[in-house]
């Protein structure tokens, strides 16, 4: 550990350890889940960090919160009705919020102290919660989602911190059961899911259950994130039996114009040439996730 820049460790990347000098802690806590720490770095802005791990930095969320939103909603048209489990900082409640199609945008957080340290400290990521189609539960995705009558959601979006801690659950085979049945027909889920570099296991897992369980189309895209462990990180897309969704070609384009609005700032990273691509996957991936 070199004094004066955070490292972050952990088992889930053994033997390596991304760092960003800190200019400043700007905040730590202890919530009833977690360690929540927030500090200015010299390169990449405010950091917000949960159990020593990086979940955002001002620079590059929006590689990461622009995917994780419109690779699902930009595949299906008229998306109306949208669930975001985790996502407290609200950065994925901003993209949802992009859509004017939308007309209901619940999330269900589990930890409170999230919410309101984004929202001191992160402003620009926290206007997702001033859109008046927002409600805001506070509580365990995987409980929130079993009282979900079944058909709800055009699109569920898991925003979920890595599988050690409480989001271990939001991995599981049970959660994506009832994922599908929150799901309408034809209905999409995409959820974080991990690096090609460093998680093929975890991957391997999730896409075989989702084949399962998901009788649409099942889909891996990945996008660039400096500040995530090996610099990218994954997506799992899934639908439900129904109308098919194409994922690698979006029905649904949004346009940057539209979605602009003052307080939230144009798209930063997300276009509908970066969609499509998003789902090329190198051989060693292919090999696993899509063998032909
Ligand atoms: N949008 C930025 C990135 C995140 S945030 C992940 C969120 O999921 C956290 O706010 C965490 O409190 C919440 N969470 C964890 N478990 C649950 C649960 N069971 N129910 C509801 N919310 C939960 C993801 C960062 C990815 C990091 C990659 N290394």
């Given at each position: 550990v070199i004094p004066g820049w955070f490292s972050e460790i952990s088992p889930m990347w053994p033997g390596e350890a991304h760092s960003l000098k800190v200019e400043k802690i700007l905040f730590q806590g202890n919530s009833e889940y977690q360690k929540v720490m927030v500090f200015q770095s010299s390169t990449y802005g405010k950091v917000l960090v949960l159990d020593g791990v990086i979940q955002l930095t001002e620079r590059d969320e929006c590689a990461y919160q622009e995917m994780i939103v419109h690779l699902p909603l930009c595949s299906?048209?008229?998306?109306?009705k949208v669930l975001v489990i985790g996502?407290?900082?609200g950065g994925v409640l901003r993209e949802v919020s992009?859509?004017?199609?939308?007309e209901q945008i619940d999330i269900c957080e589990i930890d409170k102290m999230v919410v309101d340290v984004s929202k001191q400290f992160f402003p620009a990521v926290a206007?997702?919660?001033?859109?008046?189609r927002v409600t805001l539960h506070i509580g365990d995705g995987v409980a929130f989602l079993k009282a979900v009558p079944e058909g709800t959601y055009d699109a569920v979006i898991v925003d979920s911190s890595d599988?050690?801690?409480?989001?271990?659950?939001?991995?599981e085979k049970p959660f994506f059961e009832s994922v599908a049945r929150a799901l309408r027909p034809g209905g999409v889920v995409c959820t974080q899911a991990e690096s090609i570099w460093l998680h093929m296991h975890i991957i391997e897992d999730i896409v075989k259950n989702c084949r399962q369980i998901f009788k649409g189309s099942v889909n891996y895209a990945w996008t660039t994130v400096p500040t995530y462990p090996s610099g990218v990180i994954g997506f799992m897309l899934c639908s439900t039996e129904?109308?098919?969704?194409?994922?690698?070609?979006?029905?649904n384009p949004i346009d940057a114009n539209d979605s602009h609005s003052k307080s939230k700032g144009p798209l930063k990273f997300y276009n509908s040439e970066i969609h499509t691509a998003a789902f090329c996957l190198p051989s060693f991936a292919k090999k696993v996730i899509d063998p032909k």
């Open positions: 299906i048209s008229n998306p109306k996502g407290g900082d992009r859509h004017s199609s939308v206007v997702g919660y001033e859109d008046p599988p050690i801690g409480p989001a271990q659950e939001l991995f129904g109308s098919p969704v194409d994922f690698k070609h979006p029905v």
